[in-house]
């Protein structure tokens, strides 16, 4: 029988036993249950300085280069880094209800027409995925399916296929812990014996994780180290457009955003996102804003849109959504102290359009015109679009990409742009297509918008 010990996620100490505070650090709740690891076989008498395994030098390490596979869904494809991996881990996390199940079962279907498929379900049975199938007008025939929850029972399965799908890790558990499934040691320990089988035999796992209420994904985080690739499913579950972006990739960028729509057929990617990230109405009221946005090898234009309402309270109110609401703060009082706008009695709330979430600086001259916006009352043409890096100085700073966020606005139809000055010289091919304004300051900015 194998034998078992609890361990300190935080200090790692070790106990026979449950306990609910760690007698080492003081922590609550933090001894998980892990397997004992069995005592090493004693050595042969021999060289005392012999080695497993001998080091090679780098020039003699031969490059394998590794084919990727079409997952049959092109935004899917993107956000993998042009497309599959062989003998990946690739962890997809979501909302229940989301679309992630729809999204594997449309991938293994498509993959199962030239390769060996297993779709290992063990939270629904195998009729359940084949109503699925039949919803979605997908051709099943070649989709081997297995309702199991024992990963060791279907080990032998899992050998004898390319890819396999699991849904979910945490309804899936090993016999060599007694704790439940979906426990922070059978989570870890799963997650382990199928980076060893993807490892060995090439076979590679896309894998169904569930989130907790916070929005991170449930169980240790050893969980996301281990895996290759961890897709993140954004967006409520009222609305069709759903967003797949990358937090891990190490075949690819971690910045790359994928769009999806939700219908009664199945998943299907968006290429267009003018209709998503950007209102018809744009231009007409006060307190919106354009900006390009680069997100790995692509660019979108996104609108951003501001509120104001005069403070009920003493403290005024600050809320954001797709912008780190610290930031927003810190642009709040460069707009105050470097302008000289009033915003200390009104209520202030941002948003991003879509749903999608704009980590890059370049976005803080695009906020900085849509709260000026609103503050004067006096909206922006729809055919402008703004961005550059704000400091604490009032000064506009260069982004990345700047030529690539410029040509994205002139595919879009944008007439006008206003960018930071340095980035002007790496533009210039586009003046006689394109007005650019360069600025340096964020009073320059406002200056040239009204």
Same mark, same amino acid.
């Given at each position: 029988?194998?034998?078992?010990?609890?361990?300190?996620?935080?200090?790692?100490?070790?106990?026979?036993?449950?306990?609910?505070?760690?007698?080492?650090?003081?922590?609550?709740?933090?001894?998980?249950?892990?397997?004992?690891?069995?005592?090493?076989?004693?050595?042969?008498?021999?060289?005392?300085?012999?080695?497993?395994?001998?080091?090679?030098?780098?020039?003699?390490?031969?490059?394998?280069?590794?084919?990727?596979?079409?997952?049959?869904?092109?935004?899917?494809?993107?956000?993998?880094?042009?497309?599959?991996?062989?003998?990946?881990?690739?962890?997809?996390?979501?909302?229940?209800?989301?679309?992630?199940?729809?999204?594997?079962?449309?991938?293994?279907?498509?993959?199962?027409?030239?390769?060996?498929?297993?779709?290992?379900?063990?939270?629904?049975?195998?009729?359940?995925?084949?109503?699925?199938?039949?919803?979605?007008?997908?051709?099943?025939?070649?989709?081997?399916?297995?309702?199991?929850?024992?990963?060791?029972?279907?080990?032998?399965?899992?050998?004898?296929?390319?890819? *396999? *799908?699991?849904?979910?890790?945490?309804? *899936?558990?090993?016999?060599?812990?007694?704790?439940?499934?979906?426990?922070?040691?059978?989570?870890?320990?799963?997650?382990?014996?199928?980076?060893?089988?993807?490892?060995?035999?090439?076979?590679? %796992?896309?894998?169904?994780?569930?989130?907790?209420?916070?929005?991170?994904?449930?169980?240790?985080?050893?969980?996301?180290?281990? =895996?290759?690739?961890?897709?993140?499913?954004?967006?409520?579950?009222?609305?069709?457009?759903?967003?797949?972006?990358?937090?891990?990739?190490?075949?690819?960028?971690?910045?790359?955003?994928?769009? %999806?729509?939700?219908?009664?057929?199945?998943?299907?990617?968006?290429?267009?996102?003018?209709?998503?990230?950007?209102?018809?109405?744009?231009?007409?009221?006060?307190?919106?804003?354009?900006?390009?946005?680069?997100?790995?090898?692509?660019? =979108?234009?996104?609108?951003?849109?501001?509120? =104001?309402?005069?403070?009920?309270?003493?403290?005024?109110?600050?809320?954001?959504?797709?912008?780190?609401?610290?930031?927003?703060?810190?642009?709040?009082?460069?707009?105050?102290?470097?302008?000289?706008?009033?915003?200390?009695?009104?209520?202030?709330?941002?948003?991003?359009?879509?749903?999608?979430?704009?980590?890059?600086?370049?976005?803080?001259?695009?906020?900085?015109?849509?709260?000026?916006?609103?503050?004067? $009352?006096?909206?922006?043409?729809?055919?402008?679009?703004?961005?550059?890096?704000?400091?604490?100085?009032?000064?506009?700073?260069?982004?990345? %990409?700047?030529?690539?966020?410029?040509?994205?606005?002139?595919? $879009?139809?944008?007439?006008?742009?206003?960018?930071?000055?340095?980035?002007?010289?790496?533009?210039?091919?586009?003046?006689?297509?394109?007005?650019?304004?360069?600025?340096?300051?964020?009073?320059? =900015?406002?200056?040239?918008? %009204?």
């Amino acid at each position: 029988m194998n034998k078992t010990q609890f361990v300190c996620n935080e200090c790692g100490y070790t106990s026979a036993k449950w306990l609910g505070r760690c007698p080492d650090c003081g922590k609550f709740n933090t001894l998980v249950e892990e397997p004992v690891a069995p005592a090493a076989p004693k050595k042969s008498a021999g060289p005392a300085f012999r080695l497993s395994s001998r080091p090679i030098p780098l020039s003699q390490v031969t490059f394998e280069k590794t084919p990727r596979v079409s997952s049959g869904i092109r935004e899917l494809d993107i956000v993998l880094g042009g497309g599959i991996v062989r003998g990946s881990l690739v962890l997809v996390g979501g909302d229940p209800g989301i679309g992630k199940s729809t999204l594997l079962t449309q991938v293994a279907a498509h993959l199962a027409k030239e390769h060996r498929v297993l779709y290992l379900s063990a939270e629904e049975s195998c009729g359940q995925v084949k109503l699925r199938c039949d919803r979605l007008g997908l051709n099943s025939d070649n989709l081997l399916l297995l309702n199991e929850t024992n990963i060791d029972l279907a080990e032998e399965a899992f050998c004898e296929a390319e890819y *396999v *799908v699991i849904d979910s890790i945490q309804a *899936v558990y090993t016999e060599a812990l007694s704790s439940a499934a979906g426990s922070v040691g059978q989570v870890r320990e799963c997650a382990a014996k199928l980076m060893r089988l993807a490892k060995s035999r090439g076979i590679t %796992f896309f894998i169904v994780g569930h989130v907790t209420k916070e929005g991170t994904l449930a169980g240790p985080k050893v969980l996301e180290h281990i =895996m290759d690739t961890v897709l993140y499913f954004e967006g409520e579950r009222t609305e069709n457009f759903k967003i797949l972006r990358a937090v891990k990739n190490r075949f690819g960028s971690v910045q790359e955003v994928g769009v %999806f729509e939700m219908t009664g057929e199945g998943i299907f990617g968006v290429s267009d996102y003018s209709s998503l990230f950007l209102s018809d109405a744009r231009g007409e009221a006060a307190g919106a804003a354009v900006t390009p946005s680069e997100t790995g090898n692509r660019c =979108m234009m996104v609108e951003i849109q501001t509120l =104001m309402a005069k403070t009920s309270y003493g403290l005024p109110r600050r809320m954001s959504l797709g912008i780190d609401p610290s930031r927003m703060i810190v642009l709040i009082a460069v707009l105050e102290k470097r302008c000289g706008l009033p915003l200390g009695t009104q209520d202030i709330y941002l948003n991003a359009m879509g749903g999608i979430k704009l980590n890059e600086p370049s976005a803080d001259l695009a906020v900085l015109a849509a709260l000026a916006s609103a503050e004067r $009352m006096a909206p922006i043409g729809k055919a402008v679009a703004v961005f550059g890096e704000v400091g604490l100085t009032g000064e506009v700073r260069g982004v990345n %990409f700047a030529d690539k966020r410029v040509n994205e606005c002139l595919k $879009m139809g944008f007439r006008r742009v206003i960018l930071p000055s340095k980035n002007l010289k790496a533009c210039e091919k586009f003046k006689d297509k394109i007005e650019l304004v360069p600025v340096s300051y964020v009073s320059q =900015m406002i200056k040239a918008l %009204f």
